[in-house]
Nanobody, 129 residues
Framework: QVQLVESGGGLVQPGGSLRLSCAAS????????VGWFRQAPGKEREGVLC?????????DYADSVKGRFTISRNNTNNTVYLQINSLKPEDASVYYC?????????????????????WGQGTQVTVSS
């Protein structure tokens, strides 16, 4: 059974850090582009970062996270990570990981949800002092 499970969310003060994990089972993550998305209440789900297969090249989809968010993968653990630093209140969202049926993140339309076919259930990130 194909499954993605996110973890690592929680309540963090502004300026704090979190590392989110996206663990896959039932298939091998490193064959596919893996994206992180987030969705705040009342807003559409937006692409954050993506990591490509093979080259592990990364692609930013949101200017607001540049220099603060980093995506990486550990093929041994079949897991993709999202390191979030310098958290701001506007980063509070449910964060989702998803896989696309292609190996690279830079194709047309890769920043939107319909390019991805498998999704995790999400992990909540709350930023508050």
């Amino acid at each position: 059974q194909v499954q993605l499970v996110e973890s690592g969310g929680g309540l963090v003060q502004p300026g704090g850090s979190l590392r989110l994990s996206c663990a896959a089972s039932g298939f091998t993550l490193d064959y596919y582009a893996v994206g992180w998305f987030r969705q705040a209440p009342g807003k559409e789900r937006e692409g954050v970062l993506c990591i490509s297969s093979i080259t592990d090249g990364t692609t930013d989809y949101a200017d607001s996270v540049k220099g603060r968010f980093t995506i990486s993968r550990n093929n041994t653990n079949n897991t993709v990570y999202l390191q979030i630093n310098s958290l701001k209140p506007e980063d509070a969202s449910v964060y989702y990981c998803a896989t696309a049926p292609v190996p690279v993140c830079t194709g047309e339309g890769m920043s939107v949800t319909k390019a991805y076919d498998y999704w995790g259930q999400g992990t909540q990130v709350t930023v508050s002092s």
